[in-house]
């Protein structure tokens, strides 16, 4: 079986991708994630998927399974990225207050120098921030690496009163349609998972 590669730093896609049982290691990625000139945010999203995952793969030299991806937040088209500091991650949580905005992550695989990708795209609504709250929420340091400023599977979850699409997409790591394109390229998760139980009589 292929060797598996996260091209990425990000702890919550480590930990996505040992949910669904996947052995990997993780080699992370270095890319310019600036925005081209008239680059939508969905081609920028899948653009720096694809980019990770292939810079990566061209630092290994062999049959490797490279997985990279990218999460941003669009709000009324705009892509909020990570916050630069407290006051923008304070300005950031003001504007998603008691408005609905997507989350756009992106994923690919690269495997023998052929690259597939996939987009995913989320609504995500949150109900309306009191200012107190998003200071203390800014001063607990959760929102400083993360798109939007927000972590769904953290303290941030008591933000969002709906979502509507891959839970997984939005913490960093579409779970189905990663899973899919691992198996496209040759590796159905599913043979690495444990076997626990007895045959069936
Ligand atoms: C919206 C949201 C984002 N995030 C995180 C996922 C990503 O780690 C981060 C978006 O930044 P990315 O630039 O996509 O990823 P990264 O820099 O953390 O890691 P790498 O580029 O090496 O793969 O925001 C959450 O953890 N929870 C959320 O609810």
Redesign the pocket.
């Known amino acids: 079986m292929a060797d598996i590669v996260l ?4 702890p ?2 480590a930990e996505l991708l040992r949910q669904i049982g996947v052995d990997f290691t993780v080699h ?2 270095d890319v310019d ?1 600036s925005v081209e000139e008239g680059e939508s945010p969905q081609c920028y999203v899948e653009r720096l998927a694809r980019e ?1 995952a292939m810079v990566v793969a061209g630092r290994l030299s062999g049959d490797e399974l490279v997985i990279g ?5 669009v709000l009324l088209g705009e892509i909020l990225g ?1 916050p630069d500091n407290h006051d923008d991650a304070v300005a950031m949580l003001g504007r998603l207050s008691g408005a609905s905005h997507q ?1 756009m992550t992106g994923v690919a695989v690269v495997r023998n120098g052929l690259c597939k990708s996939t987009l995913v795209v989320t609504d995500v609504r949150f109900r309306e921030l009191s200012e107190p709250e998003v200071e203390a929420y800014v001063f607990s340091g959760e929102p400083m ?4 400023s ?4 953290g303290l ?1 979850g008591i933000f969002v009163r709906e979502i509507r699409g891959s839970y997984s997409a ?3 790591l579409p779970l189905q349609e990663t899973a899919a394109l691992i198996a496209e390229a040759g590796v159905p998760v599913w043979e690495n998972w444990p076997r626990r139980l007895e045959n069936r009589t």
């Open positions: 091209a990425s730093a990000s919550r896609r992370p990625a994630e990770k991806s990218d999460t941003s937040v990570k989350v690496d993360k798109a939007g927000y972590g769904i599977q941030g939005v913490v960093g």
